[in-house]
């Protein structure tokens, strides 16, 4: 059976569905769309294909394909879904289960007889991640099923139908660095990071800090926690130590330098208690860093100055 690949490179997922279909026997070619419609309907003639399946398109396939082959199009999307950003949506809006169909191509978008779904769980993980493991099998797993349909004559392919209960997708739009703005004072920290997760190859969530624009990406919840964890660690040793210094050299500002370390380890608990709840803001660690600061520039430099007289 001739099978052939268009897609708009040779991504990992059109490498997968290419040594598959290879090891089982299958003739098997890869034509790149790459806007090129003159060159792609060439390629298509010279190659004959029984069956067409496109693994990653960023640009649709013309008529003259879709209408003289069977052309199957993989969608990471479950029963409904349509639109070039599926995952994404999924990603930041918590969706617990996603899938992926294999679909007809048409002139609209995604709105193709399926052929197959199949659904996974969604990981707590980015994009990529999500992509390169749960999307690729379900992909792969949709391959095999479908080719067991090819010569079926008894085979019908599930039209999209919105007021089957099954087809519980929706259009969606193509999602934009609008769309993933984070709200630092209203969303919570898992929210954050699914906005991250979901924004990882778009190049990440552009967001603005010290008013200079950054993408960010590679987002970790626990890693909050544990920094927080660790700098109360490092705070508390280093204000034992300076404290001890002080009581050696009989600062006469000792109990008003205890009582600023009190205070900013009281910050640094309360910090960690709003993370733990899923109730704190940047601000909260903005605001302690910047008290910190002044302490340093301040108190620790009055502290400084004593001992440089002490021991002059």
């Known amino acids: 059976m001739r099978i052939l690949l268009i897609s708009s490179a040779f991504s990992g997922l059109t490498q997968r569905f290419y040594t598959e279909l290879d090891d089982a026997g299958y003739l098997v070619s890869v034509e790149l769309h790459l806007g090129d419609i003159p060159q792609l309907l060439e390629g298509v003639a010279l190659f004959k294909p029984e069956l067409i399946i496109c693994p990653f398109l960023t640009k649709k396939i013309p008529p003259e394909i879709y209408e003289n082959y069977t052309c199957l199009i993989v ?6 879904d349509r639109g070039a950003s599926s995952l994404d949506w999924a990603i930041q809006t918590g969706e617990s289960e996603w899938g992926v169909s294999l679909l007809e191509a048409r002139e609209e978008m995604d709105t193709g007889d399926i052929w197959v779904n199949k659904t996974f769980a969604v990981r707590d993980t980015t994009k990529s991640s999500l992509f390169y493991r ?12 479908a080719l067991t ?4 004559p008894d085979f019908r392919p599930q039209a999209l139908d919105y007021d089957n209960p099954e087809f519980k997708g929706k259009l969606q739009p193509f999602m934009k660095q609008a769309d993933r703005t984070i709200d630092w004072k209203k969303h919570k920290t898992d929210e954050i990071v699914r906005r991250i997760n979901a924004a990882d190859g778009s190049p990440g969530v552009l967001d603005d800090i010290d008013g200079k624009p950054y993408y960010l990406f590679n987002a970790h919840k626990e890693t909050l926690r544990n920094n927080i964890q660790l700098l109360q660690q490092h705070v508390r040793e280093h204000f034992a130590a300076e404290e001890a210094h002080m009581r050696g050299v009989e600062f006469h500002g000792y109990r008003s330098h205890v009582k600023e370390h009190g205070f900013m380890l009281e910050k640094l608990m309360t ?13 909260d660690i903005g605001d302690f860093m910047d008290k910190w600061a002044k302490h340093i520039l301040n108190s620790d430099m009055r502290f400084d100055t004593y001992c440089k007289k002490e021991a002059a």
């Open 75 to 80: 969608h990471p999307g479950i029963k409904g």
């Open 134 to 145: 749960e999307v690729t099998q379900a992909a792969v797993d949709c391959l095999w099923e």
């Open 149 to 152: 349909y090819f010569h079926a």
């Open 271 to 283: 910090i960690d208690h709003k993370i733990n709840h899923d109730q704190w803001e940047a601000a």
